[in-house]
């Protein structure tokens, strides 16, 4: 942790960094194991589905290990963002990972008009009339863009099956 000079704590960039290079390491970790999974030598025809990911991973780990030791040796001890400001972020990020998971439960539809009247009601203190008109506009100009005119099925939930879309 480092102090901002009015006071108020948050992560420092040594910590965020050596986090964010475990994370991604880990991430090379899946890949190798998914490779491995799938076969990493040589068949008949040629190299085999996990042969360049297998690879990947490798570098991904390796470049990984090389930013945590460098994240590690800094004696830098800069503050990375206030927790005030880490809030704000999570304010966005946290809703935008409940609309991507909602999605394949509820559908692209009825996901985006609860995701776009949160942040036109919440974060943009729109009047509520506005924010309806908008939340159920939005998808129901996609649908039509889409659905009808390009003949492009989007992920649909329950609601829609009710309504026979």
């Known amino acids: 942790m480092a102090a901002s000079t009015d006071g108020n704590l948050g992560p420092s960039q040594k910590l965020v960094e050596a986090g964010v290079a475990l994370l991604i390491g880990a991430t090379g970790v899946v890949v190798i194991i998914g490779s491995i999974k799938a076969g990493i030598g040589w068949g008949a025809e040629g190299p085999r589905a996990g042969f360049f990911p297998f690879y990947i991973g490798l570098s991904i780990v390796g470049a990984s290990v090389v930013n945590l030791i460098s994240a590690l040796r800094a004696r830098h001890h800069h503050l990375f963002a206030e927790w ?7 304010s966005v990020l946290i809703p935008s990972t409940l609309f991507v998971g909602a999605m394949p439960f509820i559908g692209l539809y009825v996901s985006s008009a609860l995701f776009i009247g949160w942040f036109m009601r919440w974060l943009g203190k729109y009047r509520w009339l506005t924010v309806l008109a908008v939340a159920i506009g ?28």
Do not use: C, N
């Open 84 to 90: 005030s400001q880490l809030g704000h972020v999570m």
């Open 138 to 165: 939005a998808p129901v100009i996609t649908y039509l863009v889409f659905e009808r005119w390009f003949l492009v099925p989007l992920p649909k939930g329950p609601l829609e099956d009710l309504l026979g879309l």
